[in-house]
């Protein structure tokens, strides 16, 4: 039996948890560059804020809004005592992002003589005692379905997919949310007459084969109960980090590849952090309506892990799409990754200059903490302020 744990809004709960006054309110976390929502609270959502809107439409549709500018240092602390309580659990855990991770329980039932559903519950609990925050907790027979079952279930729940109930399960799940199957291969299966999960696992393996390849008969054969995708407890470090989605319809305005792309380097600097990173290469992805791929790329002197520095670079990228196309998906690739604990100094690099960055960026926190966001900040993140200030310049996004 697999299980998969997954916090709920995670960025949101973590802020709710060191500020309890806040719980029951409207609460909406902004990317580094303030300009839009990375994650947000029920209520917010309940008040139409979705997540990558941006910050000033967010605002519009929720004036009474509480807007926090993320900070990543601390989710990486809370993700960090997550998975530490998680490894308590089973000996068989594969962290998959920031606040998921997937956990093999097979016999841990019988060491803790309960059910699977009184472990998830009793994980839920735990998480909440000791973190403040709540997770949602899917068990199955292998991780899609695990993941299936705990995205239904969301959020704070417990829920157990035996086998003799997938296929039922299935008949009410759209195939678009069967993880793997985005909107292109969607499209593909529909040709088929398939729109539900339960038809797809009912095509024959040879269609699965011809539209998906190899990998796409593994995802089937899970849809079937089997267990095709191993927990991998290994902490192998990535050749690459990158993140990509399509539009819900090709759009040719350059702001909204903009923000999506933003979005994607958001949340591929977690996978960075995590593996404790540094990127030699940004790559901008983008594919158009006819289907055509391009790459734009920027190279850094030297590797970095720096938002910052990551952010201004993919802003040069952005300036440089054509204009006039149609596009239909953007994402971002880092590449020539290399460990971000032992730093490598150029030949024309000082010590001191390094220790004084590292200095500058530790003061702009503080007082940026302490003052609010925005107080102090880098001089390559001014344009994004500048642009994404609304009409009075005292307008606050920090309201905390
Ligand atoms: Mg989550």
């Given at each position: ?8 809004s995670f960025f949101a709960s ?14 909406m976390v ?7 929502v990375l994650a947000k609270t ?9 997540t ?18 993320g ?330």
């Open positions: 039996m697999i299980a998969l744990i997954d916090a709920d973590c802020e709710l948890s060191r500020k309890p006054h806040l719980r029951g309110k409207p609460v902004l990317g580094r560059i303030g300009s839009f029920h209520e917010a959502k309940f008040r139409g804020v979705n990558v809107m941006p910050y000033w439409e967010a605002k519009k549709n929720c004036p009474e809004g509480i807007f926090i500018e900070d990543f240092r601390f989710y990486t602390l809370v993700s960090r005592r997550l998975m530490a309580i998680l490894k308590q659990w089973s000996p068989v855990v594969q962290v998959s992002s920031i606040d998921e991770a997937y956990l093999d329980l097979t016999g841990i039932d019988q060491m803790h003589r309960k059910s699977f559903e009184a472990i998830g519950d009793a994980i839920r609990e735990e998480v909440w005692q000791k973190l403040g925050i709540t997770v949602t907790v899917g068990i199955s027979t292998n991780k899609v379905l695990a993941k299936m079952a705990c995205e239904k279930k969301k959020p704070n729940g417990t829920v157990v997919l035996p086998q003799a109930q997938v296929s039922k399960f299935l008949e009410g799940i759209e195939v678009g949310d069967v993880p793997g199957i985005g909107r292109q291969r969607q499209l593909a299966v529909k040709r088929y007459g398939v729109q539900l999960a339960q038809q797809m696992r009912d095509l024959p393996m040879s269609i699965i084969k011809n539209l998906f390849g190899r990998n796409g008969i593994l995802l089937w054969k899970e849809l079937r109960g089997e267990y095709m995708f191993k927990v991998d407890a290994s902490t192998r470090i990535p050749k690459q980090i990158g993140r990509t989605s399509s539009f819900d319809q090709p759009t040719q305005n350059i702001k909204d590849v903009e923000g999506m792309a933003f979005y994607h380097l958001e949340r591929s600097l977690e996978s960075l952090h995590r593996h404790q990173l540094a990127a030699g290469e940004l790559n901008l992805y983008l594919r158009d309506r006819e289907f055509k791929r391009i790459y734009l790329n920027h190279s850094f002197a030297k590797p970095t892990h720096d938002f910052f520095k990551l952010a201004g670079a993919l802003q040069t990228l952005v300036d440089k799409i054509p204009k006039g196309s149609w596009w239909r998906s953007t994402g971002i690739l880092l590449q020539k990754l290399s460990s971000s604990k032992i730093r490598q100094l150029s030949l024309f690099e000082d010590v001191e200059s390094v220790v004084h960055e590292e200095d500058l960026n530790r003061v702009k926190d503080d007082l940026n903490k302490r003052y609010g966001q925005f107080t102090l900040t880098s001089g390559s993140s001014l344009f994004f302020k500048k642009k994404n200030r609304k009409k009075s310049d005292d307008e606050r996004l920090g309201v905390m």
